[in-house]
């Protein structure tokens, strides 16, 4: 399974909102995917209505929510429909994307292995790289997990841009009037040495006899 600090392999997916979603397009914003075994499934099911409740939270930090399964957009629909989801789903029937990020594992169920979806869950930067991984999800409560970590992210990029553009320090803002101060003495005489000069006994020549 790719870590963070990983950069997330190209994809474009068929999306439940019409046309595809790729790695291209979402260039340049901060998202997640997180990826499930099947639609409509016990656990798949309690994971997404999570994420469909706390979708306003994700929305006001402007971090995108993508589902992906192997499941064909037909069987994405229904499952949209039937639990009011309330973000788009991605389909990864080749597994193209599943296999690349290493979650198309080895699973067993009743002494039965078969090959299947590790539940996982990526955040994508906007440099496309992967700044978390929560693999081996439990489902309940998962989508708080990851807008805590989303909150407390776009938080630090808020206090990294306010430093950016912070005004100058007092002193730094003093020195400039220290130095003219300087520079406007510079040549000119003290009291003292003007009163001297206005003191100062004329030469006289001696009479020659």
């Known amino acids: 399974m790719l870590q963070a600090g990983d950069p997330l392999p190209d994809f474009a997916l068929a999306s439940t909102e019409g046309g595809e979603v790729s ?8 998202y997640v995917l997180y990826f499930y075994p099947k639609d409509d499934t016990p656990g798949c099911t309690v994971e997404a209505c999570n994420f469909r409740d706390n979708l306003p939270g994700f929305s006001d930090i402007g971090a995108p929510v993508y589902g992906v ?5 037909n069987a994405h ?3 949209i429909a039937k639990h009011a989801l309330n973000f788009p789903l991605l389909a990864d029937p080749d597994r193209k994307l599943i296999e690349a990020v290493g979650v198309w594992v080895e ?5 039965r292995k078969y090959m299947g979806v590790q539940r996982s869950t990526f955040v994508v930067g906007p ?3 992967i700044e978390k991984v929560w693999p081996k999800v439990t489902p309940e409560g998962h989508a708080q997990e990851v807008l805590e970590y989303l909150t407390s992210a776009a938080s630090g990029d808020s206090q990294s841009a306010r430093a950016s553009i ?9 020195a400039p009037q220290k130095t003219r101060a300087v520079k ?24 020659v006899k």
């Open 23 to 30: 790695s291209k397009s979402l260039r340049g914003k901060r």
């Open 69 to 73: 399964s192997p499941d064909d957009i």
């Open 77 to 79: 629909e229904k499952f």
């Open 107 to 111: 699973k067993s169920m009743y002494g």
């Open 127 to 129: 440099d496309g790289r």
């Open 166 to 174: 912070a005004p100058p320090s007092s002193e730094t803002r003093a």
């Open 184 to 207: 406007a003495n510079t040549g000119k005489k003290s009291a003292g040495q003007r009163q001297k000069q206005a003191v100062k006994k004329p030469t006289t020549r001696k009479q």
